[in-house]
């Protein structure tokens, strides 16, 4: 079977970075919420990763195109950041994962970072040792869903593990000295788990203490358990302002060395940026500000979301 190259889906962060595809769906395709639920997991063969490394290579360097080598767009690659494809490219073998960083390096000497999605068992599967190989090859920094603090949330929507194999998951990435950025997802206790799926939600990214964390608004799937539980009346959604009361919540009980904190993705009712704890009091006021207007017409309407 023949490798599916997969559709570009990035942090908002990873705009000027190379797709480069290892894997195409997810491990981990279990979770209720997630257009990945119910997909096939392919690996790349190695050497056709080391020829579109190549074909790469030699258009950059050379101008020329490497006939029957299917590359990413170029459009906005600043030639300094590499995103290593799909869905969590960590599940990779790391001898192959090693062989193609080392290559990537060869051929890119000039590379800054090379960054992936990666899932809690990735990491769990990864020792330091590996983490610490792997850093050293550029791969600076992992994105990788917490979704919810709240182990009961955890188990509905079948992320396959607890929040504290989470915690034990970014810790050792961190150890590694590998940069976490930790997304969560707001609305996804639904209505009647909001207020204990934002309470767990700060303490463990409080424990997990990242440098980058965002959160995403909950949008439904069609075709996913979620979205099913939805249609049948099992599942209550937040309300856009319900949903910027959860960011608030969270912005005001976790607790950070240096956490920059966004929710900027297209999926938000509302975009907002800050470090905290430094711009904290900042933010919780600008979220405040957006929820004593309740003024509709100020949140992206619900035809500019995505995913």
Known sequence: MSFERPLIIRPPSEWKSYFLPLTSGCSNNTCAFCGYFGSKLQMRDIEGVRKEIDALAALVSYGLDIPGVEISPLDYWDGKRVFLQDADALVYPFPKLKEILEYLNKKFPNLERIAAYATPQDLLRRDVAELNTLKELKLGILYTGLESGS??????????????????????????????????????????????????????????????????????????????????????????FQSLEELKTIIERANFTNCFFSSMHASNYQAIRGRLPQDKEGMIEELGYVLTKRDPSSLRPEFSRGL
Request: glycine share 8%; proline share 4%.
């Open 151 to 240: 182990d009961e949330v955890l188990q509905r929507v079948n992320k396959g593990l607890n929040s504290n194999q989470i915690i034990k998951a970014a810790r050792k990435a961190k150890e590694a000295g590998v940069t976490m950025s930790i997304t969560v997802i707001l609305g996804l206790a639904g209505i009647e788990g909001s207020e204990k799926h934002v309470e767990d939600t700060a303490r463990v990214l409080s424990e997990i203490d990242p440098e980058y964390a965002g959160a995403l608004t909950l949008t439904l799937v069609p075709g996913t358990p979620l979205y099913e539980e939805w249609k049948e009346g099992n599942f209550h959604l937040i309300s856009p």
